[in-house]
């Protein structure tokens, strides 16, 4: 991996450790999802210094699991599901802000710190996505001529065949 540095604005993730993260390029990612705009940032800081960050994933609960067993692999030699104390022992903390195009305002919350947290952080990731996706459908629901606009340009339906067929969808 090189480390190519990309300089990025985010709220919410102390300053000390902005010029610290490591992003993971699109060519070492496996999922065809992670090449197109939008979805969920993840930054995770190590305890050896480390802070990684991935952007524009699309299933971050699966996606945080896999990154993080194939960190307590690397560092134990276990397999399996992660387990809480391997977790507190190779993790500081973990972010996550869901952003839907590369011009929001990149928030991330801290959804998960060795010190204070005794649960995986897996179902926090889920529930912080959960949250942002249910704000941009009520955005959605609010403005629906905007909102079928922004579907005809951004899915492969047409603007007229939204319009026809917007009942039909389930919102």
């Keep these: 991996m090189t480390n190519k540095k990309v300089h990025r604005v985010f709220v919410g993730v102390p300053e000390e450790l902005i010029n610290s993260i490591f992003w993971v390029e699109r060519e070492y990612r496996i999922n065809p999802l992670s090449y ?16 990684l960050g991935y952007d524009w994933v699309k299933y971050p609960a699966k996606y945080l699991e896999k990154v993080l067993a194939k960190e307590v692999f690397e560092q134990s030699g276990q397999k399996g599901p992660i387990d809480i104390h391997h977790l507190k022992s190779l993790v500081s903390r973990i972010y996550a802000g869901v952003i839907s195009d590369e011009n929001s305002e990149r928030k991330l919350h801290e959804i998960w710190a060795s010190e204070n947290s005794e649960n995986l952080p897996f179902k ?5 996505t959960s949250e942002s996706l249910i704000q941009y459908l009520e955005v959605f629901k609010r403005n629906l001529e905007l909102s079928l606009k922004y579907i005809s340009i951004n899915f492969p339906f047409s603007y007229h065949f939204l319009l026809e067929n917007w009942e039909d969808l389930d919102l």
Excluded: A, P
């Design 124 to 128: 926090k990731v889920e529930i912080l």
């Design 36 to 51: 197109s705009i939008g979805g969920t940032y993840i930054v995770v800081e190590f305890r050896n210094s480390r802070v």
